[in-house]
C-alpha cells in the first residue's frame, strides 16, 4: 500500500524564475486596481529597471502609495509615464520599443462604460491595439489579463441583464485578438472573483463568493514575466494560467532564486492548473 501521509509536492512555477536584474515593463491599464498592484511590484523590485506606463492619464502615485504601500525615491525614478489617445494605440509602436514585456490589464464594468459597444472598445479594442502596437515595436512577451470562463464562443447579447455572458465572450475574444499575432511568448491570467479595495461591485462587497486579491494576481503576473527570455524561431504555445494556477504563483515564496547564467534544469515544467494553448473558437 502506498504512503497516504505523503505530503503534496511543493509548488514551483510553470517557467523557471530568474534574476537578472534589469528587465523592462510597459504596462497598460495602469489605474485599475490590479494595474496598481503591477506598478507597484515592478517598482518595487530590483529586478526591474524600468517601468513604462501608457494610459489615457497620468498614474497618481501618491494615492498609488496609499493603496499599495510606500516606494522609495530610487523606486518611483524607475517610472516613465506617457498620455496617449486609447483610441490610437496602434500609432504608439515607438513608446512600447526596447521593453521585455508588455502587462495589459485594461478593463472597465458596464455601468462604468455605459454601453455595450464602449465596453468593448476598452476591454477587446484596446487591448488587441495594444498587442498590436507592442508586437510592431518587437516586444518579445505579452502579459493579459482576462477572466475565469472567459469563451470567444460564448453566447451572448448586448442586453445590460446579460452582460455577464458578454463579459466572458469578450474576455474570450481579446485572448484571441492576442495569440493570433504570435508574440515569442503570450501569458494569460484567468483569475475568477477578484478581491478590490474600496470596490463598487456588488458580489465583492458582500464577500459570499471565494476571490483572489488584486495584489496576488499582479504578482503572479510579474513572476511569471521573471524567467529566462524566449527562444527559438517559432512562438512558444501561449500559457494560460487559470484561476487556481493565478492564486498559487502569486502567492509562491522562492526558497533560493536563480540566477539566469545558471545551468538551465532539464526536467519538463509541471502544467497542473495550466492550459497551454487554446483553440479559436467560432463566435
Not at 458580489?203 to 514575466?225: P, W, Y
Request: net charge neutral; aromatic share 6%.
Amino acid at each position: 500500500m502506498g504512503n497516504s501521509s505523503a505530503k503534496p509536492a511543493a509548488f514551483e512555477p510553470i517557467r523557471r524564475h530568474l534574476t537578472t536584474g534589469n528587465r523592462r515593463a510597459a504596462i497598460l491599464g495602469a489605474t485599475g486596481a490590479t494595474g496598481q498592484y503591477v506598478v507597484h511590484h515592478l517598482l518595487a523590485s530590483d529586478e526591474w529597471s524600468k517601468v513604462t506606463v501608457i494610459h489615457r492619464r497620468k498614474l497618481d502615485m501618491e494615492a498609488l502609495e496609499k493603496e499599495t504601500g510606500k516606494l522609495t525615491d530610487e523606486q518611483k525614478s524607475k517610472l516613465t509615464q506617457h498620455e496617449v489617445d486609447m483610441s490610437k494605440l496602434t500609432e504608439q509602436e515607438a513608446l512600447f520599443q526596447g521593453h521585455d514585456v508588455v502587462f495589459c490589464t485594461l478593463g472597465t464594468t458596464r455601468s462604468a462604460a455605459k454601453s455595450a459597444d464602449a465596453f468593448r472598445k476598452v476591454d477587446l479594442e484596446m487591448v488587441r491595439d495594444g498587442a498590436i502596437a507592442a508586437k510592431k515595436a518587437g516586444v518579445p512577451q505579452y502579459s493579459l489579463l482576462t477572466s475565469q470562463g472567459a469563451s470567444a464562443g460564448m453566447w451572448a447579447n448586448d442586453w445590460k441583464l446579460m452582460h455577464g455572458l458578454l463579459y466572458l465572450q469578450v474576455k474570450g475574444l481579446a485572448e484571441q485578438e492576442v495569440t493570433k499575432l504570435k508574440f515569442p511568448r503570450t501569458s494569460i491570467f484567468r483569475p475568477g472573483m477578484l478581491e478590490r479595495p474600496g470596490s463598487d461591485r456588488f458580489f465583492e462587497k458582500i464577500g459570499l463568493l471565494s476571490s483572489t486579491h488584486v495584489s496576488v494576481v499582479a504578482r503572479a503576473m510579474v513572476l511569471d514575466a521573471e524567467s529566462d527570455q524566449p527562444s527559438g524561431d517559432e512562438p512558444e504555445k501561449p500559457l494560460i494560467y487559470e484561476s487556481q494556477a493565478v492564486q498559487q504563483l502569486g502567492q509562491w515564496k522562492s526558497g533560493s532564486k536563480e540566477k539566469a547564467d545558471e545551468k538551465k534544469q532539464s526536467e519538463e515544467p509541471d502544467t497542473q492548473g495550466v492550459i497551454e494553448e487554446e483553440k479559436p473558437q467560432q463566435s
